[in-house]
């Protein structure tokens, strides 16, 4: 084992290197013309992996396609087998104004990598295929088998994953899936996540005249969907923070003494989060500290608007049309199909007349949660003190990993989360960076959990 | 007089035929790649008015030139003078596609001809030319002083016409400015605009965290800026279609029953204007018709809303400001500082501590008003009956035209504003067309005008 620590020590360098090369592909699922650079961006991975020495492919979906890499395997093993979730598509750059070096250009300041995509995800998925080259090029035998599925569509709700997940559920058949893309509150913090939220998204329009009408000449006797889209968005969520829906809240389990002294060890003080994200002050829901606020209580989130004239100076229209994109977050017990329905009916209860109301569905999951007692959850536990050297803690994370309900459905096994990321660094945002402290003991963790989860006791 | 107006009759296809000339100018002031276009078409404006017999001369400012054309004057004349203002710039002719001959190849079917700027404005100030020719060619003495005013830069905000009346102001001095570049809603509601409304505009941004927040991480424990907007907003119309701003209403007059008469007058039915706007049905202040609310009632608009995420599907952010276009229209006796002032007043009254707001001020403008009894009101709709064989009537129109008030504060002349559009001439849209009819019964009118504007009694 000393000789695979070693190996990860000694080619630190190079690994950021060819990190490097990862980022440097704009693989932003999202937006249809960087189509070919997800495919080049796949291409790229399923060539590294061989080079490691695993078994690589692409597996094309009806979307972008899908990397599976696998230890080569004896006939007949019988060693347990896990399986590695990971993504190499990104959020969309923009703003691109606000980036202080091109998005997909790395740039490394101290011990930082900056490049969208290098926190979320590919960093940290590639922190895994290090700590596997570390066992195949040292000839040190893994405890067991694993395969990578390394997907192109996470940003954009990993539309064709399941459908994959069935069709090859035999060959991924496993005992556990590590995933490593949520977050630790510090270097000293390392964390194993046993919950996340869930989430639905859907946009709204809002339509009016059939066109932008000049607000001189029409203006006062037509209604303006900017105007009724702000009455209606109004109406959703109060002063106190909460969401006014009748029956969002109806499922929600209400937090145990456990859960919130959990909360309570987290260690990031309000003054800090609120330097970290630039506010004044902190808001949020009465009732509950900011630490449950945003991982363990459901919201209503407004994600954009888009309404008539947005360049410089004025321009008087009345707006043909009004749109605001949505998510909500969602907590164990309220199911996806239930919250849209409550969500929707409400909406479209309260739209006045006076504007044509759109609703456009978008993707759904339901939130997660594995015990933190479990043979899994203690063996990752473990590998996270090795590697970091410090007692690591339980998190429940606000983010929505859609795909660990789809482990569970399609291939019955749980999903450990042991995220590397840092708070600050700039997932979604402009700015992304991926910690390299973190990318080299992510590594060992890596190295060390083989052996953990591997363990027969 | 009737040889004036035999004259004009005799006349028409050689006048339809110099229109032409004159539209073929692709006189688009917004357009730096047309700037020698609208030197050439000013050159040509000032040629043909020599031609009919008047003192013209080119301006230049520190944009597009100005065209001066003068009725000669005796020494020492003591008869009263007439300012005609209009403008023979252009608005952009795009998109392309959809004209159905090209903008700037004028094209005659049945009573219209179809080219950019026909309407708006060439047609409406040549017909004034036209009037005026007909008097010095047949030598029939004019009652009074005439001189055109014809810029080129009223589609881009007029620039520079202020500070050229400012160093004219001797030259300019009149009695009243006559303006045709409004319209009337049908041939056979020849109209004298009395009032226009005016304007404020500004921005509204609200900004929150120092950049998009990943809103599975944060949200719920900080303030979203969209939403804080929406619920801003809100508060600032309620749903009889009223503005809630303390004191926004405070100046306005009453509507005389008067007035209200006027009102009623206007040929539109509300079905024929939901036709015409594309809605289902109409919407405006409670209390009032659908003209009343477009012509004689302050507004608050939204012009256009921004905030996070635009493209396609969805982001998941907390966006890190919000921002909102507003344009407040004003009636007279509305002070725009002063309605500026309760506006941003309430703004920072109402908008939460959670998120920092910035109002950024843009252009303003007072509304305009001639009593429809002053003696040059009651000779403008002499003049429109004389020309139109029909009863005129009184329009207010919700639209601005800033240049008015520069008229009264620089010149302190009333405007009168003759309009000779139609509601389908399409102006500012693909296909504009101006209607001969009108064509000819605006030089009849023009030609009227200045013999009832002139009478001593």
Redesign the interface.
């Known amino acids: 084992m000393q000789v695979v620590l070693d190996y990860l020590k000694k080619h630190q360098a190079r690994f950021v290197a060819e990190l490097c090369d990862y980022l440097r592909f704009p693989s932003v699922s999202?937006?249809?013309q960087h189509k070919k650079d997800l495919q080049a961006c796949a291409a790229w991975l399923v060539n590294h992996a061989r080079h490691i020495g695993l078994d690589a492919r692409l597996c094309p979906t009806a979307g972008h396609p899908i990397v599976i890499a696998k230890t080569k395997r004896a006939k007949g093993s019988r060693k347990p087998h896990f399986m590695i979730y990971g993504h190499y598509d990104v959020?969309?750059p923009?703003?691109l104004d606000?980036w202080k070096s091109p998005p997909f250009t790395p740039r490394i300041q101290g011990r930082s990598i900056y490049a969208r995509g290098s926190t979320d995800n590919k960093g940290q998925n590639f922190a895994h295929f290090k700590a596997v080259e570390a066992y195949l090029k040292t000839g040190t035998p893994l405890p067991c088998d694993l395969t990578f599925v390394i997907e192109g569509e996470e940003e954009?709700?990993s539309a064709n994953l399941a459908k994959f997940l069935k069709t090859h559920r035999r060959e991924l058949a496993c005992d556990a899936v590590v995933v490593s893309d949520t977050?630790m509150p510090s270097p000293k913090h390392p964390s194993l996540t046993y919950s996340l939220?869930g989430?639905i998204?859907f946009?709204i329009t809002l339509h009016?005249?059939?066109?932008d009408?000049?607000?001189?000449?029409?203006?006062?006797?037509?209604?303006?969907p900017?105007?009724a889209?702000?009455?209606?968005?109004?109406?959703i969520?109060d002063?106190n923070?909460r969401v006014t829906i009748p029956g969002f809240y109806d499922d929600v389990a209400p937090l145990s003494a456990f859960e919130r002294r959990q909360f309570a060890h987290f260690p990031m003080k309000d003054r800090d989060?609120e330097k970290l994200?630039?506010?004044?002050?902190?808001?949020?829901?009465r009732g509950f500290t900011?630490?449950e606020?945003?991982?363990a209580?459901?919201?209503f989130?407004?994600?954009?608007?888009?309404?008539?004239?947005?360049g410089h100076?004025?321009?008087?229209?009345?707006?043909a049309w009004?749109r605001?994109?949505i998510?909500c977050?969602l907590v164990p017990r309220q199911r996806p199909a239930r919250i849209r329905k409550v969500v929707c009916d409400y909406i479209t209860k309260i739209c006045?007349?006076?504007v044509?109301l759109e609703i456009e569905a978008?993707?759904g999951a339901e939130a997660h949660l594995v015990s933190p007692q479990s043979r899994e959850a203690q063996a990752a536990l473990r590998a996270l003190r090795s590697a970091f050297g410090c007692q690591p803690i339980l998190l429940r994370?606000?983010?929505?990993i859609p795909i660990v309900n789809d482990f569970k459905k399609i291939l019955h096994a749980d999903s450990l989360l042991l995220g590397l990321g840092l708070?600050d660094d700039?997932?979604?945002?402009?700015?992304e960076k991926f910690n390299l402290d973190c990318f080299a003991k992510g590594q060992a963790m890596s190295a060390h959990l083989w052996q953990e989860l591997s363990r027969r006791s």
Do not use: C, D, W
Request: aromatic letters at 4%; zero cysteines.
């Open positions: 999202a937006q249809p959020q969309p923009e703003p606000l954009v709700g977050g939220r989430i998204a946009e009016g005249p059939s066109r009408l000049h607000s001189g000449g029409f203006g006062g006797a037509v209604e303006n900017a105007m889209l702000a009455r209606l968005l109004a109406q969520r002063a923070g989060l994200l630039g506010v004044e002050k902190l808001f949020g829901e900011p630490t606020q945003r991982s209580r459901p919201t989130e407004i994600n954009g608007l888009t309404s008539g004239y947005q100076g004025s321009k008087t229209i009345v707006p009004a605001a994109k998510t977050r006045p007349p006076t044509r978008g993707h994370e606000g983010g929505s708070p700039n997932a979604h945002s402009p700015n």
